[in-house]
């Protein structure tokens, strides 16, 4: 999709989903615009391009992050993950089961940020009242479910370990 | 049942928690190109010029497009169905503008980057105009007109029965109040989207979020193409609510994609679509009701004006259902309401989630509640002295057909609440208020309303569907999969359901007006029971039965009574082959078909069916700040039949939160036809913390016109919660919202104007 | 999502970073980008260069010096929000940092750049305006320090000039009855404010306010200290009437203006409930830790 502009273009490698890649990235291409042009990880979205919706919610190094709102290049040496980063060998992780059982998903596009914000907030408070979990997420969007399901999906996690580490590379 | 009426997993969602799910920006095509469109940047202006020179002289630039170079620039619209209001809008502008982002030329370029500058490359040659953005004034006799051949009454709509004047000298009490509703966004996470293509075999192909696949007519009429040129394929929406109902980036893509004959994919930037995009119709409501004393009503008034932008889209049918519904859920024997959509320079306004039905909730029931309190009887019984009943007339002279299950959904609401909450701080007040709406399900009967659906068995056993059905999120596409497999016995994860392409699947009518359950479920159950029927014989002829004591469930077909004597579906479709019995079938659902209304009454026959609910809320005002919050809400809908109560608890949910929205939070802003709200951090829809939780109570009457005697639940909810929640405010602090939102500074006003003793009577938030 | 192209630098010493920012004047310096990058997306702001400062090691640093605290230019809002000596020794710095914006915003956005922004309804300027913290400001010859309150200039505009970098924040240490109070007024959750308050009271042990701050934010284009309304508290013990009649102050001397969130009458009679919120808050604050508890 976008024209050969080779200058300006660095080298760019990190960890996605932990899995290494390299790209050759823009100064002024975002991550988003990377992740989902250069890498096919359409599963990063675009909603607002002001931080505002989450939809474009990535972890970098763990922590929740506007993925419009930072250049790729910052992403070098680092690791992303996405919500296809949660499921591990022995299938969906916890929240996306919770998620899917309870139809805390309507239409689905804020469903990846969501989970992942949610996945960051459980592994730093294990066992949240609903009000805490109201306030992780009222930074990420939905028009769709009136959020009760989503709290009640995790709530339903709520006390789970977080995810062990990987046993991919 | 099995399967319908449980709350079953939906096959989309599985995708959807992987991130798995291709939406309409997320489809590539090698040599796609990027579309962008440039945009009036001033809201009435006549176009001296366009120069495109420099544009198309940058780099990566593959076509820049103008007016003169659309085949057919106009979309012709007759919104009404009935010839009443025909228009023709452009698909861009050519000598004038009439809204603030209107587009008036394309461009596609190899890189969004590229394409951008391209856009602020073409130099446009404006001379702003002075506009009509306020409805009264251009209903004024001497007003500017929006457009130079016809004045700014885009449609004018009548309903009439009985007689007003013997009404009111009936009266005991009446009360009169003018009613305001705002100018509100869908505010859809996913921003509109498409990528357009000529296939290898010349067929313009959109793929793009859309809530009606149908429009490659429009498209292709637009390319001066045969309709069987163009293929529109909607694939999941990340929402619609109506948004998405109008054609959005699809001529445009579709245009760009034509001229380059390289595929050009099309995202608006979400500033964009706030700034353009059309939006709910702002009502102005005049209303005034009489009612006895011992609590009748006898007579509503009313006038309902509609700012229907500079073209009318559905702005006509909008105020259709406004008009239909404006007296509410209630007998009232003398009726006079004036409905007219009216065009402005503002931004265009067009369908959303309600519909209009959803606006005049808010004025019905506020009249309720200022009535009952004039009469001095408690409002829940003064509504149930005037409730409909299933054989009563709605002012249109159409007998409800179906149950009305209105007392039983108010308790059920009311009820929920429990007990009252105690409030947060000194300086607040609690106060709780309830609201019933009817809303309709269906189009308009003289439209003449048909769905498709293709059912066919694969060798094996397994099913496929195929219906052009649009998936918006609210699960449109699983729940045939779940009518199908109830009905066939086939297990619900051996149902493979391909929706929304209009070259491969039946057309169903967009998703929209409440209508698919009621028409595309009714499809496939047709489809389903018609497959059934001619495959019964074989099946009861390998199983020495009768055919009526057959049962299929589990992707067997068993006998009655015999759980020895089953088969499996595989083998009875084999033997359909050899047999030569078919194991597919295409049926075509027709709703209810009936001639236009008379257009000086209003009389006639117009919805097919109405959904009827009961929002209960509690909220707490503070009243140093005017601010309020919801502490509880319940919202009861009889649904008929639930045919996945997860997915309808969900609808109840969603769609009281948008309400909430509305009622509190969102207001597009205009100030002379700019738009001020084009940021999606000043564009305020709940959050998590904004919204308790709503709890969705659905009673099931066992009547309604959808498959399984469901009804319709997708815009209902959304009418409730303004009128609730304004009369809880009331409850809590003893001023009246009159106007949405019911922001703080409003309630202060009003607090502020009481408290230095303002006037006798009540003081209400404007 | 998309940006136009521009020259990007990533220095790795504050002097690198001097040094680009007077070889681009147009440039501008990149920290947590939240505020700056939806800007360059909208086309609101077109750097033709970024200096992006994250890999400036030591820019990040919490400290307490005995003297007060010293927290870093680079300091991200979500570890002002965790920060153990933070929440300690400022806790409405904490306070303040959690209700900005969203999780993700947090994460990435810096004390430096909130600053250096400069919103007229930020928390952050308003919250250094009432701590009467001082800024520490580094050219390329030079370094000075700023107080807070003269630091905020205009509408988005500060004293920071093109070619200087803001290096870090200095609060100084309150003394042992000191309480602080936020009181802010949004229509959702982690919005801009349309008023809020800040108010730092300390008490000596006849209860008597040794010291008394407050800072208005939303009321005109920067945070405001209301001087009038804080000496009426000094020397005396903190009445309800008295922060009553001292909010009443602070209404006579604000004279925000009208536009599309809220009217200058509504932004006056907000100045005033939460300035007085946010002085009751700070007074019960400190009379708790003056008798050891809270």
């Known amino acids: ?169 | 049942m099995r399967i319908v009426g449980k709350a079953l997993p939906r096959f989309d969602v599985a995708d959807k928690v992987e991130g798995a799910t291709l939406y309409a920006a997320d489809w590539s095509l090698p040599g796609m190109l990027a579309g962008r469109i440039l945009r009036s940047i001033y809201p009435v202006a006549r176009i001296r010029r366009i120069d495109a020179t420099r544009a198309r002289g940058l780099p990566g630039v593959a076509a820049v497009l103008t007016a003169e170079d659309v085949p057919c620039n106009a979309t012709h619209e007759d919104a009404t169905g009935t010839n009443r209001a025909p228009f023709a809008t452009p698909v861009l502008a050519a000598d004038r503008v009439c809204y603030q982002g209107q587009p008036l030329a394309l461009v596609a370029a190899a890189s969004d980057v590229q394409a951008r500058a391209a856009v602020e490359a073409i130099d446009v040659d404006y001379e702003p105009l002075p506009g009509v953005f306020d409805i009264e004034a251009a209903l004024a006799p001497d007003a500017l007109r929006v457009h130079p051949d016809r004045d700014n009454v885009l449609i004018h709509w009548r309903l009439r029965q009985g007689d007003l004047d013997e009404g009111f000298r009936r009266a005991d009490a009446v009360v009169e109040r003018t009613y305001r509703t705002q100018r509100v966004d869908h505010a859809y996470l996913e921003p509109e989207a498409g990528v357009a293509w000529v296939d290898d075999n010349g067929i313009v192909t959109v793929r793009a979020a859309t809530q009606v696949i149908e429009h490659f007519r429009e498209i292709a009429e637009i390319l001066g193409l045969p309709h069987n040129r163009v293929r529109v394929i909607a694939p999941f929406l990340g929402g619609g609510f109506g948004g998405k109902e109008d054609m959005t980036v699809e001529p445009y893509v579709a245009l760009l994609a034509w001229k380059t004959r390289q595929p050009v994919r099309m995202v608006w930037s979400r500033q964009e679509s706030l700034l353009a995009r059309p939006k709910r119709h702002p009502l102005l409501m005049r209303c005034r009701t009489g009612a006895t004393r011992n609590g009748e009503l006898v007579a509503q008034e009313m006038t309902l004006l509609g700012d229907a932008g500079p073209f009318p889209l559905l702005s006509p049918r909008v105020l259709f259902a406004a008009l239909v519904v404006g007296v509410g859920p209630y007998r009232v024997p003398h009726v006079s309401i004036d409905a007219k959509a009216v065009f402005t320079n503002n931004v265009p306004t067009s369908a959303m989630r309600g519909f209009g039905a959803m606006q005049v909730t808010f004025a019905y029931e506020s009249q309720m509640d200022l009535l009952a309190e004039r009469l001095g009887i408690p409002p829940l019984e003064f509504r149930a002295r005037n409730f409909l009943r299933k054989g009563d007339r709605l002012p249109t002279g159409e007998a409800l057909e179906t149950h009305v299950a209105l007392p039983e959904v108010c308790r059920a609401a009311v009820e929920a609440l429990g007990e009252r909450s105690r409030p947060s701080r000194t300086s607040a007040r609690v106060g709780r208020g309830f609201a019933c709406n009817i809303q309709p399900y269906g189009r308009t009967v003289w439209f003449r309303d048909q769905a498709g659906a293709w059912i066919g068995f694969e060798a094996d056993g397994s099913l496929v569907i195929r219906a052009g059905v649009t998936d918006l999120g609210g699960g449109q596409a699983a729940v045939l999969a779940q009518i199908a497999s109830e009905e066939l016995g086939v297990s619900l994860d051996r149902v493979a359901v391909h929706i929304g392409d209009s070259a491969r699947t039946p057309l169903t009518g967009g998703t929209f007006a409440t209508r698919q359950l009621y028409m595309s479920g009714n499809a496939v159950w047709q489809a389903a029971r018609e497959l059934r029927a001619a495959v019964a014989p074989v099946a009861a002829g390998l199983l020495e039965a009768a055919e009526t004591d057959l049962q299929f469930a589990d992707d067997q077909v068993r006998v009655a009574g015999s759980p020895d004597r089953r088969i499996a579906l595989a083998r009875v479709i084999a033997e359909c082959g050899r047999r030569g019995v078919s194991t597919a079938q295409l049926s075509v659902f027709r709703g209810e078909q009936a001639p236009p209304v008379d257009l000086e009454t209003g009389q006639g026959k117009t919805f097919p069916d109405y959904t009827f609910g009961c929002h209960a809320v509690e909220v707490e005002v503070d009243t140093e700040t005017g601010t309020v919050t919801l502490l509880k809400h319940a919202a009861c809908h009889d649904v008929g039949r639930a045919i996945n109560p997860q997915s309808v608890a969900g609808q109840i949910q969603g769609g009281a939160v948008m309400g909430i929205g509305q009622a509190l939070l969102e207001e597009i802003t205009l100030e002379e036809g700019n738009n001020l709200t084009t940021l999606f951090a000043n564009y305020l829809i709940p959050t998590a913390l904004d919204v308790p939780d709503v709890q969705p109570i659905a009673v099931e009457s066992g009547e309604g016109k959808g498959p399984f005697h469901a009804r319709g639940i997708g815009e209902p909810p959304t009418g409730p919660p303004p009128p609730a929640i304004a009369s809880a405010v009331y409850d809590a602090v003893g001023v009246r919202p009159l106007d949405l939102p019911i922001a703080p500074e409003g309630v202060f006003t009003a607090l502020e104007a009481r408290g230095r003793g303002a006037g006798g009577t009540t003081p209400e938030v404007t | ?294």
């Not at chain 1, 505002?52 to 709102?69: E, F, M, Q, R």
């Not at chain 3, 992006?52 to 010096?65: E, K, M, W, Y």
């Not at chain 3, 300690?88 to 956005?109: D, F, K, Y």
């Not at chain 3, 320090?145 to 000039?161: C, I, M, R």
């Open chain 1, 1 to 169: 999709m976008h024209a050969p502009e080779t200058e300006g273009r660095r080298p760019l490698a990190f960890s996605l989903n932990g899995h290494p890649v390299e790209v050759w990235a823009s100064p002024h291409e975002t991550l988003l615009a990377v992740l989902r042009d250069t890498l096919g990880a359409t599963e990063v979205k675009y909603g607002c391009g002001e931080g505002v919706c989450g939809t474009c919610t990535i972890l970098l190094d763990d922590a929740p992050v506007n993925a419009c709102l930072l250049l790729a290049l910052q992403a070098h040496g680092r690791s992303v993950t996405t919500v296809r980063g949660l499921r591990s060998a022995e299938g969906l992780h916890p929240l996306q089961r919770a998620f899917l059982e309870r139809e805390a998903a309507q239409c689905g596009f804020c469903t990846p940020g969501m989970l992942l914000v949610a996945y960051a907030f459980l592994r730093e408070h294990p066992a949240p009242t609903r009000a805490q979990i109201r306030t992780a997420l009222a930074g990420n969007l939905c028009r769709c479910t009136g959020y009760t399901r989503i709290v009640d999906a995790v709530e339903s996690c709520a006390a789970v370990p977080a995810r062990s580490e990987r046993d991919d590379p």
């Open chain 3, 1 to 294: 999502m998309y940006l136009y192209p521009f020259t990007y630098c990533t220095p790795t010493t504050v002097e690198e970073a001097l040094a680009l920012l007077q070889v681009h004047p147009d440039g501008k310096v990149l920290a947590g980008g939240q505020s700056l990058i939806p800007m360059m997306g909208l086309g609101l702001a077109r750097p033709d260069a970024l200096i992006d400062i994250n890999g400036v090691p030591g820019l990040a640093r919490v400290a307490d010096d005995g003297d007060g605290l010293r927290i870093g230019a680079l300091t991200r809002h979500r570890t002002l929000e965790t920060d153990p000596i933070i929440r300690r020794r400022c806790p409405i710095l904490a306070e303040a940092a959690a209700v900005i914006g969203n999780i993700r915003v947090r994460h990435r956005g810096t004390l430096g750049g909130s600053l250096a922004h400069a919103d007229p309804a930020a928390e952050l300027p308003l919250v250094m305006t009432a701590l009467g913290a001082t800024l520490e400001v580094r050219a390329p010859e030079a370094s000075r320090e700023v107080a807070a309150e003269k630091f905020f200039l205009g509408y988005l505009q500060t004293d920071l000039a093109p070619t200087e970098l803001l290096t870090g924040v200095r609060i100084p240490a309150a003394e042992a009855g000191t309480g602080y109070g936020l009181a802010e007024l949004v229509r959702r959750a982690g919005d801009f404010a349309i008023v809020a308050a800040c108010a730092v009271v300390s008490l000596d042990g006849a209860r008597r306010c040794t010291r008394a701050s407050l800072a208005l934010g939303g009321v005109g284009p920067n945070p405001v200290r209301f001087p009038s309304a804080e000496s009426q508290l000094v020397g005396r013990t903190l009445t309800d009437q008295r922060i009553e009649a001292a909010a009443e102050a602070v209404a006579t001397e604000v004279h925000p203006e009208s536009d599309m969130h809220a009217s200058a009458a509504y932004r006056r009679a907000m100045a005033r409930v939460m300035a007085r919120r946010a002085m009751a808050t700070a007074a019960a604050r400190a009379a708790t830790h003056l008798t050891g508890g809270g």
